[in-house]
């Protein structure tokens, strides 16, 4: 990515104040904390944090597909338009897959063990169109093609493929109809580095290809330096700052922010000690008054503990947003 974004339009996706909650008997931990956030078309946009943070619950919540204990309690999610948390059960399956597919954390979790890949690749597009099932079949063998496996592969199990291979295979999946916006959770988790640069560039050129969005969730800032146009980072279930890619890596406007990517190595200059965060992830249950972050962050002071701080712009262009009573919008945010 060159680290601009592209040009303004109409988002495709558009979240507002989203909200989830895990509810428990009399009790409920909020892992999304009104998340706003849009996506345009064609843009790829990175999600970091912690685990624990809330990124895979958000994503889960764009397409309606959490089970209860979970709860969508607030918020509006717009799709092109349209409120998706209002959409019938015919409606979700519709658009699902369809609109916006998933690349799950673990394709070896993600794929059924029992059927070759060849059934699960035509059972998304027999459930979803209305062709033969020897037109399925070559669809499917043209997808494995597509993203580099043999159609030979379609009569194989999960388990008689590779870590990379299996992954490949969940991307297939989630192109089988060519949705729009394809939500990536940690896609390269337990990947060797070679194989996961193989994925990530054969990814890039079927974004290319097709013009697909991509929500991307990884603990790999450098990963997502190199692939997003913009990148947000959550802390405890909040959004605590968004913005262009190299922003955020270079200039990094949050403490939580500047503590992860002063956690990572880099390749070229000289070698630097790296620091890590001090203390453990808030407990979501016990959410302190004030800043989330509180606990666990040097520059702490007394509006942190009593005052919840907001998202707000700290430059103009490209536009840079942080959650920190001692951001404001110098000169530094504006550079």
């Given at each position: 990515m060159d680290g601009n974004p592209p040009p303004l339009?109409?988002?495709?996706?558009?979240?507002?104040?989203?909200?989830?909650?895990?509810v428990v008997g009399q009790r409920g931990a909020r892992a999304c904390n009104r998340i706003t956030l849009d996506i345009h078309p064609g843009e790829t946009v990175g999600l970091a944090g912690e685990s624990g943070c809330g990124k895979s619950t958000f994503a889960?919540?764009?397409t309606r597909m959490h089970n209860a204990p979970a709860l969508i309690s607030e918020g509006e999610i717009l799709f092109e338009g349209r409120d998706v948390l209002k959409m019938s059960d015919r409606e979700l399956r519709a658009f699902r897959w369809k609109e916006t597919a998933m690349v799950f954390q673990s394709a070896m979790n993600a794929l059924n063990p029992v059927i070759t890949i060849g059934e699960q690749l035509i059972d998304v597009i027999l459930a979803h169109q209305d062709v033969s099932r020897d037109?399925?079949?070559a669809r499917g063998e043209e997808l494995l093609e597509t993203v580099g496996i043999s159609k030979s592969r379609m009569t194989s199990y999960a388990h008689q493929l590779s870590g990379g291979m299996r992954q490949r295979v969940v991307i297939a999946i989630a192109l089988v109809l060519r949705p729009k916006l394809i939500v990536m959770d940690e896609p390269t988790t337990a990947l060797d580095v070679v194989v996961e640069r193989e994925i990530m560039d054969e990814l890039q050129d079927l974004k290319?290809?097709?013009g697909f969005a991509i929500l991307f969730i990884s603990h790999d800032l450098g990963l997502m330096g190199e692939i997003c146009d913009r990148i947000g980072i959550m802390y405890a279930g909040n959004l605590v700052e968004m913005g262009v890619a190299e922003q955020v890596l270079e200039r990094p406007r949050h403490p939580y922010t500047k503590g992860l990517v002063g956690s990572f190595p880099t390749i070229h200059g000289p070698k630097k000690r790296l620091h890590g965060i001090p203390g453990s992830p808030v407990n979501l249950l016990e959410l302190p008054k004030g800043c989330n972050f509180q606990a666990r962050c040097t520059s702490c002071f007394a509006p942190c503990t009593t005052t919840e701080p907001a998202l707000e712009k700290?430059?103009?262009?490209?536009?840079h947003f942080a959650a920190c009573h001692l951001v404001d919008t110098d000169a530094e945010a504006t550079a």
């Open positions: 339009t109409q988002p495709l996706l558009s979240c507002r104040g989203v909200s989830v909650d895990y889960f919540a764009i037109a399925a079949w290319d290809r097709y700290v430059a103009e262009q490209p536009p």
